[in-house]
């Protein structure tokens, strides 16, 4: 199984690889989950990387050494990886929207290996894709790589025989889906409207990109789409760094069950209220 980011460069921005990979591995756990209703446990290990080269060649190992070179571990990783493969070849033909219908369920449907006019619908490939933590992961993944300037590409291949699936510069803002909030919420998860302020560290007025904030100490991105605030932008009120806006913000929280608690997972701004600009620095001397 192997990332690879194209690029000209030697180098690569240690965050990008490592948000990719953390985003990377909550794919390969979901699909374990659904896969083998949790009766397996595995590890994401990286292999060294190739000299010259931006490919990580990343192994799936089950946990239970003993039985890793057996016959039936050696299935399932192989069963794992092509789960994994099917989910991200059906987030680039969906672009991060939910199946939520037998049309769209039947445009990720896979060939039958053995009679390739027989079309198969995988249900644990769509269980798998649905999952709204397995989107975001790919769609913060492509943000991160999107977010690098050294970054042209984004490849998935978990198998020598097939093509990767590949994402390219270009089209990685069609590929980063940001309409998680207009989703119905699944069962693990709360949301909470609260009036504050973010401080704007980063912004861009391009359609479909996103801002960065900061909120309570933590960076957060958002991309933003009040029509209030999209109104005063349009008006030609100047909006810079270090400027804050009063608003009312609507955060969608997912309870971890490892930690039995509620975490932050995704941000929209629900109704602006005020521009408050940023102070003016004294002069020194």
Do not use: C
């Not at 083998?36 to 190992?61: P, Q």
């Not at 991200?88 to 039947?106: F, H, Q, R, S, V």
């Not at 093509?163 to 693990?188: G, N, R």
Request: no cysteine; proline share 2%.
């Amino acid at each position: 199984m192997q990332i690879k980011f194209e690029g000209q460069e030697h180098q690569i921005d240690a965050n990008t690889l490592i948000n990719v990979l953390i985003h990377y591995q909550t794919v390969i756990t979901e699909a374990n989950k659904e896969l083998s209703g949790g009766a397996m446990t595995i590890e994401l290990r990286v292999n060294a990387i190739e000299k010259g080269s931006f490919i990580i060649d990343v192994s799936v190992v089950e946990s239970l050494l003993k039985q890793v070179f057996s016959k039936d571990s050696i299935e399932y990783l192989a069963a794992l990886a092509a789960v994994i493969g099917g989910v991200y070849k059906a987030y680039k033909k969906l672009k991060g929207k939910p199946a939520d219908n037998e049309e769209e369920k039947a445009a990720i449907s896979i060939e039958d290996k053995k009679s390739k006019s027989t079309i198969i619908i995988n249900k644990t490939i769509v269980n798998v894709y649905n999952q709204r933590s397995t989107r975001e992961a790919i769609s913060k993944s492509i943000e991160a790589s999107d977010a690098d300037p050294t970054v042209t590409g984004l490849s998935v291949n978990v198998d020598d025989k097939l093509t990767p699936i590949t994402f390219k510069k270009e089209e990685f803002h069609d590929y980063i889906y940001s309409d998680f909030d207009s989703e119905a919420l699944m069962p693990d998860e709360q949301t909470e409207v609260v009036e504050t302020v973010l401080t704007i560290i980063g912004l861009n007025f391009e359609l479909g990109s996103r801002w960065q904030f900061m909120f309570n100490g933590f960076k957060i991105p958002m991309i933003v789409k009040d029509g209030a605030l999209m109104q005063k932008i349009d008006e030609g009120e100047r909006f810079g760094k270090g400027d804050a806006i009063r608003v009312k913000l609507k955060i969608v929280k997912r309870y971890n069950h490892q930690y039995k608690a509620y975490e932050n997972k995704s941000y929209k701004i629900v109704e602006f209220m005020e521009h408050i600009l940023a102070p003016s620095q004294k002069e020194l001397f």
